[in-house]
């Protein structure tokens, strides 16, 4: 499973970073980084939790 965003409905409300900051991080333009797109089997429901917790519904699974 992977986790991808779409940057075009991404406003870096850092929703996500606050929840999993080893996945996801703001660069130095506020703009959101995915930092391991790759989730291990024992984190795939917390990533679901992160994805609907995203304001804008930016984030996905595949």
């Known amino acids: 499973m992977r986790i991808k965003a ?5 406003e870096s409300n850092a929703v996500c970073v606050g929840m999993a900051p080893d996945v ?12 391991n797109e790759e989730v291990p089997a024992e984190r795939e429901e917390e990533m679901r939790q992160v994805v609907a917790s995203c304001p804008k519904s930016a984030l996905s699974l595949e």
């Open 6 to 10: 779409d940057f075009d409905l991404c």
């Open 24 to 35: 996801f991080d703001l660069d130095d333009d506020d703009y959101l980084v995915i930092l």
